[in-house]
């Protein structure tokens, strides 16, 4: 049960965040291929969980050449199911970036076998759509910080 270290879709790469990269977005450096709003607090955030080599890690969003935000599992599966976190800098909001790196994301997590859920504040509408869209249909409440936790059921296999 894994992933691979660079998922690609039609615009997009995710790339493992390095724990090299992870300290210089924890000490303010900058990298040419960040977009001038990378990293946000959040991506500085997810990257404190970059561990060399583990594919379940936080990515890099590069769209264009340029990172633009993150998107990772926040740690390993347990019971066949992980959580899923994603953020993006201001400038690309809007045009379907999130949802195209979360469905590449969910494409390699099926393929692995694992459910995944996501949490989200109810007053987050963009989130909210992005994960309607990539088929978090299970609400199983809130949790202690408020935030909806939204699941998605695996596909079922085809025949």
């Given at each position: 049960m894994t992933l691979p270290a660079e998922i690609a879709s039609t615009r997009l790469r995710l790339t493992l965040v390095t724990p090299a990269?992870?300290?210089?977005?924890?000490?303010?450096?900058?990298?040419?291929?960040w977009h001038p709003a990378?990293?946000?607090?959040?991506?500085?955030?997810?990257?404190?969980?970059a561990r060399?080599?583990?594919?379940?890690?936080?990515?890099?969003?590069?769209?264009?050449?340029l990172a633009v935000g993150t998107?990772?599992?926040?740690?390993?599966?347990e019971d066949g199911e992980v959580e899923?976190?994603?953020?993006?800098?201001?400038?690309?909001?809007g045009?379907?970036?999130?949802?195209?790196?979360?469905?590449?994301?969910?494409?390699?997590?099926?393929?692995?076998?694992?459910r995944v859920r996501a949490g989200v504040r109810p007053d987050n509408g963009a989130s909210l759509k992005v994960l309607a869209g990539c088929g978090f249909t299970e609400?199983?409440?809130?949790?202690e910080e408020?935030?909806?936790?939204?699941?998605?059921?695996?596909p079922e296999p085809r025949a």
């Open positions: 990269e992870a300290a210089a977005m924890r000490d303010g450096r900058r990298d040419p291929s990378y990293p946000r607090p959040d991506d500085v955030d997810a990257a404190s969980m060399e080599g583990d594919p379940w890690g936080p990515r890099h969003i590069v769209c264009d050449g998107i990772g599992t926040l740690g390993r599966p899923v976190g994603y953020g993006l800098v201001e400038a690309a909001r045009r379907g970036i999130a949802t195209e790196a979360l469905r590449a994301l969910l494409a390699e997590t099926d393929a692995a076998g694992v609400l199983r409440g809130s949790d408020g935030a909806l936790v939204l699941a998605r059921p695996l």
